[in-house]
């Protein structure tokens, strides 16, 4: 894994850079699946990336989708979702005048968890199917080592009944909220994972993370990142 630091100043904007340079290589080539986390990534991250996808070529754009890859299950923008938060800082509707196409776990017309993960997965398998995109990733890490909304559980054999099945999309009790997230599996498939995290409290969990010891993926979910061949850090934290 590459590790960036930067300043606190200075680190989102420098993900954003990172990110809208690595897109535009992509996209002259084909098409882009790009997820997002809540947090940190869509308040301080996607804003910034917004304003510069702005200034790529309209067909470029156009072959972009991106996708809220978790969320706390609810009608959509329920105030605790991540869709929320990216609808009031602007970003959803941003998207849509940028002409890039956004997706989202959310569902009105979905009466239960099941059927909104349902709804999901087929929305996911149909744009993989037919635009065969590049998969990419931006995520966050919590002090817990979560990633997007995969949680650690004590219990492996439940952690992999939930999280390492083949499917895209799961929808869970947790013990804060119930979720609907990307699965293992479809973080597996990534051509690269762009890892935001800033902040003192998150410096113990990302030595953990770029420790050559390797944990149980059940106890410390985000160490499936490493696994990713293009795998970047950027953090306002040292953490050598």
Do not use: W
Not at 1 to 9: A, G, R
Not at 54 to 75: A, E
Not at 114 to 128: C, N, Y
Not at 194 to 201: P, S
């Amino acid at each position: 894994m590459e590790i960036q630091v930067n300043t606190p100043q200075s680190v989102a904007v420098d993900t954003a850079s990172y990110l809208s340079s690595n897109l535009s290589k992509y996209l002259n080539h084909g098409s882009v699946l790009l997820f997002i986390s809540g947090g940190s990534v869509a308040s301080a991250v996607v804003p910034l990336l917004l304003v510069q996808l702005s200034q790529m070529p309209l067909i470029l754009r156009r072959r972009l989708t991106v996708c809220l890859g978790d969320d706390r299950y609810g009608l959509p923008n329920h105030p605790d979702s991540n869709m929320y938060l990216l609808k009031k800082n602007r970003s959803a509707k941003l998207f849509k005048k940028s002409g890039i196409r956004y997706v989202y776990p959310l569902n009105k017309t979905a009466n239960s968890l099941a059927e909104a993960v349902s709804k999901f997965e087929t929305t996911l398998k149909q744009i993989i199917t037919t635009d065969k995109p590049k998969l990419i990733s931006v995520l966050g890490i919590g002090v817990d080592g979560h990633t997007a909304g995969i949680k650690p559980l004590s219990d492996e054999g439940e952690f992999n009944r939930i999280f390492c099945s083949q499917t895209l999309v799961v929808g869970y009790h947790a013990v804060d909220f119930t979720r609907i997230t990307v699965t293992l599996s479809l973080l597996k498939q990534n051509e690269q994972i762009v890892l935001f995290a800033v902040g003192k409290e998150k410096t113990e969990v990302l030595k953990k993370l770029n420790s050559a010891v390797q944990s149980k993926l059940h106890e410390f979910p985000a160490g499936i990142i490493k696994k990713i061949a293009k795998s970047i850090l950027f953090t306002d934290q040292n953490i050598s």
